[in-house]
């Protein structure tokens, strides 16, 4: 089974930092055409664009997944340079852990914003370009906190819960546009973000059957799998790649 992406036109938000960078250098390398966007990392967007733009078409752009107007931007200049989406990854994700008793209203919403409207603002907008060429995918990433849920994560842990529901409804909704719309939520992955937090790694290592050493390779495998023409009636599903499940 030949799995090809050559050529398609990915988008991956969020792709500055984490599993969106080493997501956009896979799929880059597998000859994919990368829209990257950041939001306050713009030296490691930048680095980003440096390593893929040596091999692959890539364009950079500055974009808030929270504010409609940007993302609207974001979605013109694509159509722009590409002239079509044909995959979106909504990545785009922050997390700010506090035990429920003293989250601050901005907390919870900061997170909401990004992790939940974030994506439907995203998809939304691209979606409308899908449906005129009657084809695309989506992928949206969601974790296994939204699944299980975890002390002092309440605000991250609805927000990822609630892509569950609405990867399900956009599916629904899109389906006789030939446009497929799946959830993928990552094991504990090891990249800068994450090693910041070396109490998180412990505790899945502690939670996990497996290693959680192999798991990028097995959502990067999952991540062309769905953005391929091979699948062509897979939509509304959750594959968790989780070892902890």
Not at 1 to 10: A, C, E, H, L
Not at 90 to 95: L, R
Request: charged letters at 20%.
């Amino acid at each position: 089974m030949n799995v090809d992406i050559n050529g398609k036109v990915v988008v991956i938000t969020g792709s500055s930092r984490g599993i969106g960078r080493r997501l956009a250098l896979s799929f880059a390398q597998e000859g994919a055409c990368v829209a990257i966007n950041y939001n306050k990392s713009k030296h490691a967007a930048l680095d980003l664009y440096d390593q893929i733009s040596m091999h692959s078409d890539c364009m950079i752009y500055p974009m808030d997944v929270t504010h409609v107007e940007q993302v609207k931007k974001f979605v013109q200049e694509i159509i722009h340079h590409y002239g079509r989406v044909d995959v979106l990854i909504n990545n785009a994700g922050i997390n700010c852990d506090h035990n429920v008793l003293e989250m601050s209203d901005q907390q919870w919403e900061d997170v909401i914003q990004t992790n939940l409207n974030g994506v439907f603002y995203s998809s939304r907008e691209i979606l409308q370009h899908m449906v005129q060429r009657k084809s695309g995918r989506i992928i949206n990433i969601g974790s296994y906190i939204g699944l299980k849920g975890r002390k002092q994560q309440s605000n991250y842990s609805a927000s990822k819960a609630a892509l569950l529901g609405l990867t399900r409804s956009i599916a629904k909704d899109v389906a006789e546009h030939n446009i497929l719309v799946n959830l993928v939520c990552p094991g504990f992955i090891l990249t800068d973000l994450t090693n910041e937090n070396p109490q998180k790694e412990r505790i899945a290592k502690e939670e996990s059957i497996m290693p959680i050493d192999s798991l990028y390779d097995d959502l990067e495998k999952m991540m062309f799998l769905l953005s391929s023409d091979i699948i062509k009636g897979i939509s509304g599903q959750i594959f968790h790649l989780d070892s902890r499940m």
